[in-house]
Each structure stands twice: as C-alpha cells, then as structure tokens.
C-alpha cells in the first residue's frame, strides 16, 4: 500500500522559533509538494520538488523553505514562526509518468499551532 | 492556470445521487479535470479524472460536455460516509505542480 508519512500530527511552537516539517514517501515518486490548508481557502500550494535537490516555488512561498537531499524525504522549514502560519500542513507525492494520470497521494497532515 | 468555480456547500440525503457541477471557462486544450476527495483530518485522495465525454469508475462518473467549460461528479446513492469535501482540478498532466485545489464543494449527506 502506498505511504506519505509526516513526522507530526500536532505540533505547537512558539512565535520565533525554527520549525521543522518531515515527509516521507515509500513510492519512489521523483516529486513532492507541501500544502497548507486553511478554512474556506481549500490547499494553498507552498513549494515542490521535482527531483533531489531542486525545488520550485509554489503560490504562498513567503516565509518558508524546503529541503529534499534525499528522494523519499521533502522537509518544511519555518525559518521564525509567526502566528499566521498556524495551520494544516499537508504533504503529498507523484510520479512522472507521461503514459498515465500523476494523482497525488497524500500524507495524513500536521495541525500546527504556532503561540 | 485555469480557475475553477463549485458550490461551498451541498446537502443531500441517504439513497440519493448527488451531482457537483464544476465550472471552468478557461481551460486548456491540455488540461484534464481531476477530481479529489477530502474527509476531516485526512489528506485528499484521487476520485476521478477526465479529458472529456464521460468516464465512470466504482466510486463515481465525470460528465464532460464538448465544449468543456464545466464538469459534473456524480456520486451514485450517497451515503453518510460520502460527507466529505470535494476539490474539482484542471491542469495539465506535467509534475502534478499545475493543478490548483480551490475551497472544495462540502458535501454533507444526511440520514
């Protein structure tokens, strides 16, 4: 069964502090995306990857970063907190494959509350 | 990125068929239109996805017309498990970077 795992479900952390998201995926997918989702706004896409150590800014990059040195890991860095990054935080994977449909599998979600 | 347009919210009941119309004016010559279903405190997961005509799958059908410019899901005899949130993409079938996910279509099916 195909897996997205993310390090935390919850998460509280102090406005300042450097917070760190991981997802990992068991499906060799060569990309990677990380989402937030807020009420009423649906999934605002924040960074992807399409291969090891490259990435692409997504619709709402400020105030983030990412990392991918390895092809099954996309990490989330919150380099200072702020209150308005508190939210769901939602990974997700897909393969490139120009024969079929890329869906993108999904990872369970992080709620993180920053105080 | 073509922008898509559904309903925030739908009710329906048990037993019944539940149709989402999802308008997209702009779409592409490339574009699919993809369809995604959320339940509270999951992550989206794939339901359906077409280039035009219909296509039926064991979850759902997408009807698309020939011109393109909207999208029906159909969801057959509903039930109270099928209360989720429904996201209607277009986009073309590059990384996946492409497809837009708007507020969704909050489907609640009551007893």
């Known amino acids: 069964d195909v897996k997205v795992t993310q390090s935390s479900r919850y998460l509280v952390k102090r406005t300042g502090e450097k917070v760190f998201l991981e997802c990992v995926q068991d499906m060799d997918h060569e990309n990677m995306f990380w989402y937030r989702q807020d009420p009423g706004l649906g999934l605002r896409l924040i960074y992807f990857s399409y291969d090891v150590k490259m990435k692409e800014k997504g619709d709402i990059p400020e105030g983030y970063s990412v990392s991918r040195e390895k092809k099954e890991r996309f990490s989330l860095i919150l380099e200072s907190a702020s209150t308005n990054q508190t939210s769901m935080y939602l990974c997700?994977?897909?393969?490139?494959?120009?024969?079929?449909?890329?869906?993108?599998?999904f990872g369970p979600g992080t709620r993180l509350t920053v105080l | 990125l073509a922008k898509t347009t559904q309903p925030i919210s739908m009710d329906s009941y048990e037993g019944q068929e539940v149709n989402i119309t999802c308008s997209h004016n702009?779409?592409?010559?490339?574009?699919?239109i993809t369809w995604y279903q959320q339940f509270p405190s999951q992550g989206p997961r794939f339901i359906i996805q077409g280039y035009k005509t219909k296509v039926t799958n064991e979850v759902a059908s997408l009807f698309i017309p020939a011109d393109r410019k909207s999208s029906t899901l159909s969801l057959p005899r509903v039930s109270l498990s099928d209360t989720a949130v429904y996201y209607c993409?277009?986009?073309?079938?590059?990384?996946?970077?492409?497809?837009?996910f708007g507020p969704g279509t909050r489907l609640s099916v009551l007893p």
């Open positions: 993409l277009v986009g073309d079938d590059n990384y996946g970077q492409n497809f837009v």
């Open positions: 997700a994977s897909s393969p490139t494959d120009k024969s079929s449909y890329n869906e993108q599998f």
């Open positions: 702009n779409i592409a010559t490339n574009d699919y």
